[in-house]
């Protein structure tokens, strides 16, 4: 038995042995934007679990662009350090390729931790002063942001780059820039979020300006080996929000600018939005962005089963899909997944012993 799943796909120059992608997920456990003890860790299982390609949670381009005072970072030397160190280990450990997604939070940072609330953290107790494409703050109850002149926006656009320089010295191969979720890329890109009267808001080209600009720094700065692309939002499920021809919009903008892989996510940009939720919800929009793009699309949003995903692969609905909790709950998912579907996969040599084929009792899980 053939899986579409657990087939190799190339992003430009990096080729992966499978489909899998463990999407980013913050672990809020980082001391002034370096990875510590937890990460790895977390980050060590993951290099170890069968999946084609390990993202690094969003990462931070400059301090204040961080979601909270603990999220990791690459905008300094001992983040870079730290973060080469826990590189390092994961390559000793396991065989996966190693991606990171760069981020910057906009009027969604300076916030507590999910478990401590997730409000916005008060400048005497260690928060910051936030930006945005506008003067309007997220929430009732959240502090409005400044907004970025033309000087800030060269200085998000420059923070940006050297992040992605400093992750090609560390010799991660696949960057994702983060314009997705309500965060500051997506702020530009939304009509919530973005009320500007200069070249970068108003009209849909406008508004996609910023990061389209901003994405092509990224891609002029970094070698050919490394493959860069960007998570995106198809839909802000809000009336007036931004929907699936931004989506697509966007996607093609990056595909023109040499970007090699779109991964499509929705919502966050409005704590109202009422997303209707279910399995594989966002599914449907990464299908309808791969119709208009010749690079790699990957799924994401609640695909949890082998079965689940193994359809929307051979199905041509997304080339490939990513996962988030359900690593969370199972660091080995692409191993469980491959017996599933009767595929091959490398087995950590020292976990042998729990392979089916000798395990009698692996077939009652």
């Not at 916030?111 to 936030?130: D, F, M, N, S, Y």
């Not at 082998?306 to 080339?319: K, M, P, T, Y």
Request: charged content about 20%.
């Amino acid at each position: 038995m053939s899986s579409a799943l657990f087939s190799p796909i190339s992003l430009g120059p990096v080729t992966l042995p499978n489909r899998i992608v463990v999407a980013p997920m913050c672990q809020y456990s980082a001391i002034d934007g370096n990875v510590a003890d937890w990460h790895a860790v977390h980050l060590g299982a993951l290099a170890r679990s069968g999946a084609g390609l390990v993202i690094i949670e969003a990462t931070g381009v400059e301090a204040a662009g961080r979601i909270s005072p603990w999220d990791v970072g690459l905008y300094s030397d001992d983040n870079e350090r730290a973060l080469a160190k826990v590189l390092d280990t994961c390559a000793k450990v396991g065989n996966a390729t190693f991606g990171i997604q760069l981020a910057h939070a906009g009027r969604k940072a300076s916030t507590e931790a999910p478990w401590r609330g997730g409000k916005p953290v008060p400048g005497g107790a260690g928060g910051w002063q936030t930006f945005a494409p506008s003067a309007r703050a997220f929430a009732d109850g959240w502090p409005v942001p400044a907004a970025l002149d033309a000087d800030g926006m060269r200085r998000v656009r420059q923070a940006f780059v050297d992040a992605a320089r400093r992750a090609v010295r560390l010799g991660i191969r696949v960057i994702e820039l983060h314009y997705c979720h309500g965060y500051l890329m997506h702020q530009f890109m939304s009509p919530l979020a973005n009320h500007r009267d200069d070249a970068y808001g108003g009209s849909p080209e406008n508004r996609l300006r910023f990061p389209l600009e901003t994405f092509g720094a990224v891609r002029d700065a970094c070698p050919p080996d490394v493959v860069v692309g960007a998570r995106i939002s198809g839909s802000d499920w809000m009336e007036g929000g931004s929907g699936i021809d931004d989506g697509i919009a966007i996607a093609q903008g990056i595909e023109a600018r040499g970007g090699g892989f779109i991964d499509v996510s929705t919502g966050g940009i409005d704590p109202r939005a009422r997303i209707v939720v279910g399995p594989g919800y966002q599914v449907p929009h990464a299908e309808q962005v791969r119709k208009h793009v010749r690079i790699p699309v990957c799924a994401v949003g609640m695909i949890s089963h082998a079965a689940q995903a193994e359809e929307i692969v051979a199905n041509g609905r997304a080339d490939l899909v990513g996962l988030a909790r359900a690593f969370l709950d199972n660091p080995h998912w692409p191993l469980h997944a491959a017996q599933q579907l009767g595929a091959a996969i490398d087995y950590p040599p020292q976990y042998a012993r729990a392979h089916p084929s000798v395990w009698r009792a692996a077939a009652y899980r």
